[in-house]
C-alpha cells in the first residue's frame, strides 16, 4: 500500500471543501428562493437581482421578473440598477482616500472649504459623515419639487438648503441627512479639482474593476440597464423623472451586484485605502453626551444574531436597494429592485441570517 503524500492530502482536502461549498450553496438554494419569491412573485411584473457571496466568490446569484415590461425583457445579474442612498459609502470612501491623500481631515471645519456656509466652524466633514450635523435634509423641503427637474452645480445644490434653520446642534444626535452627503460630495470637488464622477471613475471604479458602474443618467446609453417602476392603483407606470444633480453624492450611483462585490472586495481586500483609514468607515462613534449610535462613515453598524453587520440600503424613484456585509465569516449579500413598490432591505437581511445558521450546521 502506497503511503498517503503531502500533496495527495491537499487535494483531496481541496475538492472536500468545494465539495463542501457547492453543498452549501445547494442547500441555501430553496430557502433563499422562497424568500425572495415571498415578494417577487410574478415573473411578468418589475423584478430583482440578488447575490450571495463568501471570501468574494458567488455562492448564489439569481434574477427575477422584468428589467424592461414595455419589451417584456427578463431580468438577468447583468442587469444594471440605479443603488439610490448606497451612494453615501462611495462618497465616504472618497472623503477618507483624500485624507489618505493628505488633502483634508474628517475633524476640519466646513468652513475651510465653503467660507459662507453658516455656522460651518462649527459643523465638521465627520459630522457630514455620521449623519449628525443637524443641518435640514433637502428632501423634506416642501420647495424640493421646484427644482426636483433642473440640473443643479453642486454649489447650487448646496446653496438650495444651506440657510434653512438647523434641527440640532452638531453632534448632538444622530438623524439620517441626504444634505449632509450633498454637502461632502461638494468638497470631494473642491478639494479634488475633480467633478464627482470622474473622482469616484478614477479613484474607485476603475482600481476595483467595477466595469459596469456609473454616475446615473436617463439620457445615455447604459447598456443593460434595467428600467424602474411605480405601482398604482392602475397598474405599473415608469419611474418619475428629476435631474440626478439633485440627489448627486447622496444617491447618484448604478451598478450590478457583480460590481457591487468587486467594490466589497476591493474594501476587504484594501485595494483602495489602508487598513486603518478605511477602519474609520466601520467604527461606531460618539455624540456630544457621550452616547455611542450605530453609524460609521457611511454605513449602519448593527448585527444578526449577534454577529457584527455592515449595512446600507438605497431608494431612489423606481428603484430600491440592500447590502449586509458580515465582517466575521466574510459574507456579503445584495439585493436590487427595479420598483419602489418592492423592498429588498428585509429579504436581504433574511438571507444573510440564513446563510449564518446554514454554516453553524
Given at each position: 500500500?502506497?503511503?498517503?503524500?503531502?500533496?495527495?492530502?491537499?487535494?483531496?482536502?481541496?475538492?472536500?471543501?468545494?465539495?463542501?461549498?457547492?453543498?452549501?450553496?445547494?442547500?441555501?438554494?430553496?430557502?433563499?428562493?422562497?424568500?425572495?419569491?415571498?415578494?417577487?412573485?410574478?415573473?411578468?411584473?418589475?423584478?430583482?437581482?440578488?447575490?450571495?457571496?463568501?471570501?468574494?466568490?458567488?455562492?448564489?446569484?439569481?434574477?427575477?421578473?422584468?428589467?424592461?415590461?414595455?419589451?417584456?425583457?427578463?431580468?438577468?445579474?447583468?442587469?444594471?440598477f440605479?443603488?439610490?442612498?448606497?451612494?453615501?459609502?462611495?462618497?465616504?470612501?472618497?472623503?477618507?482616500?483624500?485624507?489618505?491623500?493628505g488633502?483634508?481631515?474628517?475633524?476640519?471645519?466646513?468652513?475651510?472649504?465653503?467660507?459662507?456656509?453658516?455656522?460651518?466652524?462649527?459643523?465638521?466633514?465627520?459630522?457630514?459623515?455620521?449623519?449628525?450635523?443637524?443641518?435640514?435634509?433637502?428632501?423634506?423641503?416642501?420647495t424640493?419639487?421646484?427644482?426636483?427637474?433642473?440640473?443643479?452645480?453642486?454649489?447650487?445644490?448646496?446653496?438650495?438648503?444651506?440657510?434653512?434653520?438647523?434641527?440640532?446642534?452638531?453632534?448632538?444626535k444622530?438623524?439620517?441627512?441626504?444634505?449632509?452627503?450633498?454637502?461632502?460630495?461638494?468638497?470631494i470637488?473642491?478639494?479634488?479639482g475633480?467633478?464627482?464622477?470622474?473622482?469616484?471613475?478614477?479613484?474607485?471604479?476603475?482600481?476595483?474593476?467595477?466595469?459596469?458602474?456609473?454616475?446615473?443618467?436617463?439620457?445615455?446609453?447604459?447598456?443593460?440597464?434595467?428600467?424602474?417602476?411605480?405601482?398604482?392603483?392602475?397598474?405599473?407606470v415608469?419611474?418619475?423623472?428629476?435631474?440626478?444633480?439633485?440627489?448627486?453624492?447622496?444617491?447618484?450611483?448604478?451598478?450590478?451586484?457583480?460590481?457591487?462585490?468587486?467594490?466589497?472586495?476591493?474594501?476587504?481586500?484594501?485595494?483602495?485605502?489602508?487598513?486603518?483609514?478605511?477602519?474609520?468607515?466601520?467604527q461606531?462613534?460618539?455624540?456630544?453626551?457621550?452616547?455611542?449610535?450605530?453609524?460609521?462613515?457611511?454605513?449602519?453598524?448593527?448585527?444578526?444574531?449577534?454577529?457584527?453587520?455592515?449595512?446600507?440600503?438605497?431608494?431612489?424613484?423606481?428603484?430600491?436597494?440592500?447590502?449586509v456585509?458580515?465582517?466575521?465569516?466574510?459574507?456579503?449579500?445584495?439585493?436590487?429592485?427595479?420598483?419602489?413598490?418592492?423592498?429588498?432591505?428585509?429579504?436581504?437581511?433574511n438571507?444573510?441570517?440564513?446563510?449564518?445558521?446554514?454554516?453553524?450546521?
Open positions: 500500500m502506497q503511503p498517503i503524500t503531502k500533496s495527495a492530502c491537499l487535494a483531496t482536502l481541496l475538492l472536500f471543501q468545494i465539495f463542501y461549498s457547492q453543498k452549501i450553496s445547494k442547500k441555501l438554494e430553496y430557502k433563499i428562493d422562497s424568500t425572495i419569491l415571498s415578494e417577487f412573485k410574478d415573473k411578468d411584473e418589475p423584478g430583482g437581482v440578488f447575490m450571495v457571496a463568501q471570501k468574494g466568490k458567488n455562492l448564489y446569484r439569481k434574477a427575477f421578473g422584468k428589467a424592461n415590461l414595455e419589451l417584456e425583457v427578463n431580468m438577468t445579474p447583468d442587469h444594471v440605479q443603488i439610490g442612498s448606497m451612494t453615501k459609502q462611495f462618497t465616504a470612501i472618497s472623503i477618507l482616500i483624500l485624507e489618505e491623500q488633502k483634508l481631515n474628517v475633524n476640519d471645519p466646513i468652513s475651510k472649504y465653503i467660507k459662507d456656509y453658516p455656522s460651518g466652524d462649527k459643523i465638521t466633514i465627520h459630522h457630514l459623515l455620521t449623519h449628525t450635523s443637524g443641518i435640514k435634509d433637502f428632501t423634506k423641503m416642501k424640493l419639487s421646484s427644482i426636483a427637474q433642473k440640473d443643479m452645480k453642486p454649489e447650487i445644490m448646496v446653496d438650495f438648503f444651506k440657510n434653512e434653520p438647523v434641527d440640532f446642534a452638531p453632534g448632538e444622530f438623524e439620517y441627512n441626504n444634505s449632509g452627503y450633498v454637502v461632502l460630495g461638494y468638497i470637488e473642491l478639494i479634488s475633480d467633478s464627482y464622477e470622474s473622482f469616484i471613475k478614477k479613484n474607485i471604479f476603475e482600481k476595483a474593476g467595477m466595469t459596469h458602474s456609473y454616475y446615473a443618467t436617463d439620457r445615455q446609453i447604459v447598456p443593460k440597464r434595467a428600467y424602474g417602476y411605480h405601482k398604482k392603483e392602475s397598474g405599473y415608469n419611474k418619475t423623472m428629476i435631474s440626478f444633480s439633485i440627489p448627486f453624492s447622496s444617491g447618484s450611483l448604478m451598478s450590478t451586484v457583480d460590481d457591487m462585490l468587486k467594490w466589497q472586495n476591493a474594501l476587504s481586500q484594501n485595494t483602495l485605502l489602508t487598513s486603518i483609514e478605511s477602519q474609520k468607515a466601520f461606531k462613534y460618539t455624540l456630544n453626551n457621550g452616547e455611542k449610535f450605530t453609524y460609521g462613515y457611511g454605513w449602519h453598524l448593527k448585527d444578526i444574531n449577534g454577529i457584527s453587520t455592515r449595512e446600507h440600503g438605497g431608494s431612489i424613484f423606481g428603484f430600491k436597494s440592500m447590502g456585509y458580515i465582517p466575521e465569516q466574510d459574507i456579503y449579500v445584495i439585493g436590487f429592485s427595479n420598483c419602489d413598490c418592492h423592498s429588498p432591505t428585509e429579504i436581504t437581511r438571507i444573510a441570517k440564513m446563510v449564518l445558521e446554514n454554516m453553524k450546521n
